[in-house]
């Protein structure tokens, strides 16, 4: 069944550690996208990519980066995990074909850092 | 600029009745689709009912219908006979062609059973 996956579901990490939330998309689509989400529940986009090597940042500034070398595959990185970082992380996809139906959502990764 | 609000950070309802959450939308542009999206606690986001723009008639998807009033640019969800499980936040949301969908902040939806 086509879908989009994110690991890990939850994360504890220590301040200083380097971390990548992995997104994975099985539908072919070429535009994907991170959202960060407070606990007010808001939703503020960080980065998205329209294709394979092309990657823009957001609304809302983020030091994680990311990358896209694959069309199925768009991981964010941080370097250096502070706990201000803390925040659910949702990763969302949509295709040329399907942009009339809106975006298709990873079940997202809650990040905690200590 | 696009823009998405939602007025009602929460709403409550009891089972089996009536709920209608309301959003409103500013957008410069004659074609666009709505969207309106559920979250449920530590669960996915979901698509819940779309409608385009340029169609008069009100989308509706089993229990949960829109009243779209493009003039007003008003974009209302109306949840009948509702259940424990539409317990969750929703958001409204646009979305112009190509371009990046943008959500309104959400509304916290609770059933009282």
């Known amino acids: 069944e086509a879908d989009i996956y994110q690991t890990p579901r939850y994360l504890v990490i220590g301040t200083g550690k380097k971390i990548t939330l992995e997104c994975s998309q099985t539908?072919?689509?070429?535009?994907m996208y991170w959202y960060q989400q407070d606990p007010g529940m808001e939703l503020h986009l960080i980065h998205y990519s329209y294709g394979v090597n092309s990657t823009e940042k957001g609304d809302l500034s983020s030091e994680s980066t990311v990358s896209r070398i694959r069309t199925e595959h768009f991981p964010l990185t941080l370097e250096s995990a502070r706990p201000s970082h803390t925040s659910q992380y949702l990763c969302?996809?949509?295709?040329?074909?399907?942009?009339?139906?809106?975006?298709?959502f990873g079940s997202g990764t809650r990040l905690t850092v200590v | 600029a696009q823009t998405v609000t939602q007025s009602q950070p929460e709403m409550s309802v009891q089972e089996a009745e009536t709920v209608t959450l309301s959003c409103t939308y500013d957008?410069?542009?004659?074609?666009?689709?709505l969207f309106w999206y559920k979250q449920p606690p530590s669960r996915q986001m979901i698509l819940v009912i779309r409608q385009e723009a340029y169609k008069q008639q009100n989308a509706t998807e089993n229990r949960f219908s829109v009243n779209f009033q493009k003039a007003a640019k008003s974009f209302s969800l109306k949840i009948s006979d509702s259940q424990l499980g539409d317990a969750a936040m929703y958001f409204c949301a646009l979305r112009q062609g190509a371009q990046k969908l943008v959500f309104g902040q959400g509304t916290r939806l609770t059933i009282n059973p």
């Open positions: 957008t410069s542009e004659s074609d666009y689709y």
């Open positions: 539908m072919g689509h070429d535009k």
């Open positions: 969302a996809s949509s295709g040329t074909r399907s942009s009339n139906y809106g975006y298709t």
